[in-house]
């Protein structure tokens, strides 16, 4: 038994040896000296792909349709996160699991917090997070063309003889997103302004109703890991026929069954509510969809709010 574990050691040293030594330092001609950078949510990812490019060889951790919140790193994950040249993660909380791996990587890898260059009044602490911020800045179009800025500075600084690179990816970038945030701001418009109230699964769209002038429900807290009670349930019933809303809105890493609740109980109280759509919220679409990519999961979303609350049957 011995002997084997000898023999698989030394098979092992020399594969290391062959393929030369540093893991990190000395890629294969497959990935032809690319950055190997691993993200967390998807929002990140399609920063990263559109900032370092032809650079880059990205892997996601957290996939389409799944929760970041309550998201435990397999051991595949820590053997990527192990792996990485750089690590970009949204931080402020939102990748509650896999904090601690996080913050005790080893100083081989530079570990990026794509929210640390955003000023810290523009950040929201509503009072049910217990004075922690809101993680959900991606709602806001402009708040996360910071954090472009921060990926495109953090490539530039570990791989500068690419910097011109960088810098003129994330330009294109950021003139896309800018022409993004005009887009959901003229779609905004289309809405009466008694009718600009969301309602969601779960808190996520505090940054949205502050950037475009939308009153903002969710279900359940800022972080899906609360508890949903007939109480919430309730509360919200009664605001949505109070204000007579026509239409809430389920998500696609949240599970719809609570929301549901809440539409039959409007139902209860004699009126109707619609599910108006499924909007994108802490996860992007399937990889190869428009709304697989940051600019089509916010058009997306826009469009499906917009056209249920103003009663449009076709997107
Ligand atoms: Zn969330």
Sequence with gaps: ???????????????????????????????ADKLRVVTT????????KNVGSTRVEVTGIVKPGVDPHFYNPTPKDVEEFGSA???????????????????????????????????????????????????HLWFDVKLWMQ??????????EFDADNTVLYRSNAE??????????????SQVERVPSQQ?????????FNYFGKAYGFEVRGLQGISTATEVGITDVQELATFIVERGISAIFVESSVSSRSLKAVKAAVE???????IGGQLFTDAMGNEGTLEGTYIGMIRHNIDTIVHAL??????
Excluded at 196 to 204: E, F, N, P, S
Aim: glycine share 8%; charged share 25%.
């Design 310 to 315: 103003i009663g449009e049957s076709e997107l």
């Design 147 to 156: 954090a472009v800025g921060k990926v495109r500075d953090a490539l530039s």
């Design 1 to 31: 038994m011995q002997r084997r574990y000898i023999s698989v050691c030394l098979i092992g040293i020399l594969i290391l040896v062959w393929s030369g030594c540093d893991p990190k330092g000395q890629p294969d001609a497959a990935t």
């Design 85 to 135: 040249h750089i690590i970009f993660y949204n931080g402020l909380y939102l990748e509650a699991k896999m904090a601690d791996i996080l913050a005790n990587m080893s100083g081989d890898t530079l570990t990026v917090a794509v929210t640390d260059a955003v000023d810290r009044s523009l950040l929201l602490t509503p009072k049910e997070y217990e004075g922690l911020y809101d993680p």
């Design 41 to 48: 949510i998807g929002m990140i990812t399609d920063i990263v």
């Design 172 to 185: 294109r970038y950021l003139t896309k997103l800018m022409a993004l945030d005009e887009y959901v701001k």
């Design 196 to 204: 600009r109230v969301l309602v969601t699964a779960h808190d996520c």
């Design 268 to 274: 209860a109280k004699g009126f109707n509510v619609e």
